[in-house]
């Protein structure tokens, strides 16, 4: 019989089936005792304010008690014992701390340096004099608590950005069950003791990179099995996952009546169109093109503009243009320029475009092409385009009857005179369901908003995508450094790290006065009303 202190990650509550609720259930005969803190941002205050709140509470605590908290809560927990528990007249016998998916975990924290990763809520890892029991437990490729040693392996490092997002294992130890479920007492978990610290690995299955809701389930376990190995080729543990360890796989969707055929790669990097079955067999639709592109190290068919083209009407063909959508960057968008331009000039017939974040970077630069460069001839053909998190949206540009977000994308090469037909998606703070600033959107139109610009700048030219000494090479890259800049240009990068929360939220915010609809649905209704529209006058012409 014990109270079990809980504290909530970043922005959310605890789910009461947290690792199965094994920790409270009527079974285990303990209590659950949630200790509020301020995990609405992840800042060094609010994090001393879990601290706080959280010494407090435990000072009340009579007898043996357990401590939970998971992500920013496991932080305020290590906070805690760095600088708490060393003259605290608690009795570590009392307590035992547990830890989720912690950032600042020793083996594979994120990203991996052992205890030095700073998190968001501040931090240096787990004290040297260790007295207080702790176990800490990462479920396999949640990509904050058990990211890949070798940077360099672009599968491993996608497998852990799915592992980060809210469909990815570092929101599941139990609450939505859409991997293998997390249980401290799992016979398959691996463990590895050190000291008073036990590290537990849950083993997961799909592999976040496999596992995608328009998947039938046959395909997410070839894909599980053709992926996996090159994954774990960038991880060094001190415990070794099984090859296959005896674990269901969790099948949580049905298959869809229609699976999606996924086209080779092409040599040309440009994959074939999927082509939507057309429903209405008494006539031939005319069916435009809906080009794509995603985000820095996403696949083609995943995130917004896939969700968006996946469920568009029978009037689009999707055609996804793959590039490499990585560092760096500005080599990257080249090369997405010249594979959509490609695309465009072998795909004859009106045309759509929807990107998301360096994906809508290649597709403002072809949009320009399209206006003043060697793709005018194409122009009239293009009907329609939505962005979501562009960092080149011109300022106070978003789409008719949207909220306006404030500021501007951080690229300096914006647009200008951007079209109604241009639709511009940017979260922001008025904008309800963001949770946050898109910063990368809404950079501010100030001296703050310049210097934003100027590291933005690094990063698109110059960043390969390593991480070492990130501050000093940006301090290089600028032409006329000030004094102080160290501690600008950290604050900087602090700054493009938190608030680009919002550049992940677009499933959620709903950007339009006096709707409901989500920006990914208003995206799908306008392409839909355009296609209607678009083949209407193709009849009436006819």
Same mark, same amino acid.
């Not at 994308?409 to 647009?415: A, I, T, V």
């Not at 949770?435 to 950079?443: C, P, Q």
């Not at 001296?447 to 090479?473: H, I, K, M, P």
């Not at 240009?489 to 709903?510: E, K, N, R």
């Given at each position: 019989m014990a109270n079990v202190l809980t504290l909530a990650t970043l922005s959310r509550d605890l789910p009461s089936n947290w690792l199965g609720g094994e920790l409270w259930d009527d079974a285990s005969g303990n209590t659950r005792v949630d200790v509020p803190y301020n995990n609405w941002w992840p800042s060094e205050a609010n994090a001393a304010d879990g601290v706080a709140k959280l010494n407090t509470a435990m000072l009340a605590q009579s007898g043996s008690f357990i401590v939970l908290g998971h992500s920013m809560g496991a932080q305020v927990i290590y906070k805690w014992m760095r600088e708490m528990g060393p003259t605290s007249s608690i009795d570590p016998n009392d307590v035992l701390f547990i830890c989720t998916g912690c950032p600042e975990r020793k083996y594979n924290g994120h990203p991996p340096k052992g205890g030095d990763y700073p998190g968001g809520a501040g931090g240096t890892g787990l004290p040297d004099t260790m007295p207080w029991t702790l176990w800490d437990m990462a479920a396999q490729y949640d990509g904050w608590a058990d990211a890949p040693n070798v940077t360099t392996n672009t599968r491993a490092n996608s497998n852990a950005q799915f592992g980060r997002t809210s469909r990815g294992p570092h929101l599941d130890y139990g609450s939505k069950k859409i991997y293998t479920p997390v249980s401290l007492y799992d016979e398959n978990n691996l463990t590895y003791v050190e000291g008073n610290v036990t590290y537990m690995l849950a083993p997961t299955r799909p592999l976040p990179y496999a596992k995608q809701w328009f998947l039938p389930q046959s395909k997410i376990i070839e894909n599980d099995a053709l992926y996996r190995p090159e994954v774990e080729t960038a991880y060094s543990r001190p415990f070794t996952p099984e090859a296959e360890p005896a674990i269901p796989i969790i099948e949580l969707e049905p298959e869809p009546e229609l699976p999606l055929v996924i086209p080779p790669k092409a040599q040309t990097y440009v994959p074939a169109p999927v082509v939507r079955p057309v429903v209405d067999r008494r006539i031939v639709h005319p069916q435009h093109t809906l080009f794509t592109l995603s985000a820095t190290a996403q696949p083609w068919w995943f995130m917004y503009q896939a969700d968006v083209a996946r469920t568009v009407n029978n009037?689009?063909?999707?055609?996804?243009?793959?590039?490499?959508?990585?560092?760096?960057?500005?080599?990257?968008?080249?090369?997405?320029?010249?594979?959509?331009?490609?695309?465009?000039?072998?795909?004859?017939?009106?045309?759509?475009?929807?990107?998301?974040?360096?994906?809508?970077?290649?597709?403002?630069?072809?949009?320009?092409?399209?206006?003043?460069? @060697?793709?005018?001839?194409?122009?009239?053909? %293009?009907?329609?385009?939505?962005?979501?998190?562009? &960092?080149?949206? #011109?300022? /106070?540009?978003?789409?008719?009857?949207?909220?306006?977000?404030?500021?501007?994308?951080?690229?300096?090469?914006?647009?200008?005179?951007?079209?109604?037909?241009?639709?511009?998606?940017? @979260?922001?703070?008025?904008?309800?369901?963001? %949770?946050?600033?898109?910063?990368?959107?809404?950079? &501010?139109?100030? #001296?703050? /908003?310049?210097?934003?610009?100027?590291?933005?700048?690094?990063?698109?030219?110059?960043?390969?995508?390593?991480?070492?000494?990130?501050?000093?090479?940006?301090?290089?890259?600028?032409?006329?450094?000030?004094?102080?800049?160290?501690?600008?240009?950290?604050?900087?990068?602090?700054?493009?790290?938190?608030?680009?929360? /919002?550049?992940?939220?677009?499933?959620?915010?709903?950007?339009?006065?006096?709707?409901?609809?989500?920006?990914?649905?208003?995206?799908?209704?306008?392409?839909?009303?355009?296609?209607?529209?678009?083949?209407?006058?193709?009849?009436?012409?006819?």
């Open positions: 009037y689009w063909n999707w055609h996804p243009v793959e590039y490499p959508a990585f560092f760096p960057a500005k080599w990257s968008v080249e090369t997405g320029v010249a594979n959509l331009t490609a695309a465009i000039r072998a795909t004859p017939g009106k045309f759509a475009l929807c990107g998301y974040s360096q994906g809508a970077i290649v597709s403002s630069e072809v949009y320009d092409q399209l206006r003043y460069g @060697n793709l005018q001839d194409r122009r009239d053909d %293009l009907i329609a385009a939505a962005m979501f998190g562009n &960092p080149r949206r #011109e300022g /106070g540009h978003t789409f008719p009857g949207g909220i306006e977000p404030g500021g501007q994308g951080m690229d300096p090469l914006r647009l200008e005179n951007t079209e109604e037909l241009w639709w511009e998606f940017a @979260n922001g703070w008025e904008i309800p369901g963001s %949770l946050g600033e898109d910063i990368f959107a809404t950079t &501010p139109i100030s #001296e703050v /908003g310049t210097n934003l610009s100027a590291v933005y700048q690094f990063f698109f030219s110059e960043w390969d995508g390593t991480e070492y000494n990130l501050v000093g090479r940006v301090i290089d890259f600028l032409e006329d450094p000030i004094d102080g800049i160290a501690d600008i240009v950290a604050s900087l990068l602090f700054t493009i790290q938190t608030l680009g929360i /919002g550049h992940a939220w677009y499933q959620y915010s709903m950007p339009k006065t006096g709707s409901s609809l989500t920006a990914v649905e208003l995206a799908i209704e306008y392409l839909n009303q355009v296609g209607t529209d678009t083949a209407t006058e193709y009849y009436e012409s006819s």
